[in-house]
């Protein structure tokens, strides 16, 4: 069987850099991929991409903007550490539950996680924003994190199918 990675891009293409991960998403389909990457585009509907989850994945790879501060066009790579819904206090659970379509990816990767479809591997490679206002294109500092972003991808993926398939034996 061959290993099987969800490449997710997430956000807003109306909120400028805020659709970095939906651009990215749609260059990196552009390219050749590795056997067994599946591209979505998930956009602002994380119960979308629980639903896709379901389909069975090893590895998710979310593309967003994330503000961590840096200079606008930084680009990260964070592997995640999802919490189980217990973990959560009484009010983070009941704000949880009233949001139901998961706009924000770490309500998404919690609910997977609670219906077990949650791949043992969660990474995020996200994108520092420079301007998230009304508004359609990003960014040129945003613009070249997206060319840096497909590149790494590229390797990612490769070395995650390579990985996958080495582990299996």
């Known amino acids: 069987m061959t290993p099987r990675v969800l490449v997710a891009g997430m956000g807003n293409d109306l909120c400028r850099d ?16 590795p ?10 509907g994380g ?18 903007a994330i503000d961590r501060g840096g200079e606008p066009g930084t680009v ?18 009941q704000g949880f539950v009233a949001d139901m379509h998961y706009t924000v990816p770490s309500k998404a990767l919690t609910l997977a996680q609670a219906l077990d479809v949650l791949p ?7 994108c520092q924003p420079k301007d ?11 613009e070249a994190g997206v060319a840096e972003t497909v590149r790494r991808l590229g390797d990612l993926t490769a070395r995650l199918t390579h990985g996958l398939v080495s582990a299996r034996g």
């Open 35 to 44: 056997e067994g990457v599946r591209v979505y585009e998930a956009g602002i």
């Open 76 to 93: 990260y790579l964070l592997e995640t550490q999802v919490p189980e819904i217990e973990e959560l206090s009484a009010d983070s659970r």
């Open 120 to 126: 043992p591997r969660v990474y995020i490679l996200g």
């Open 47 to 64: 119960i979308g991409l629980i639903q896709e989850l379901m389909d069975g994945y090893e590895a998710l790879i979310i593309l967003d």
């Open 18 to 33: 805020d659709g970095f991960g939906i651009v990215a998403a749609r260059r990196f389909a552009e390219t050749v991929m």
């Open 132 to 142: 998230c206002g009304l508004g359609m294109g990003l960014s040129e500092p945003v």
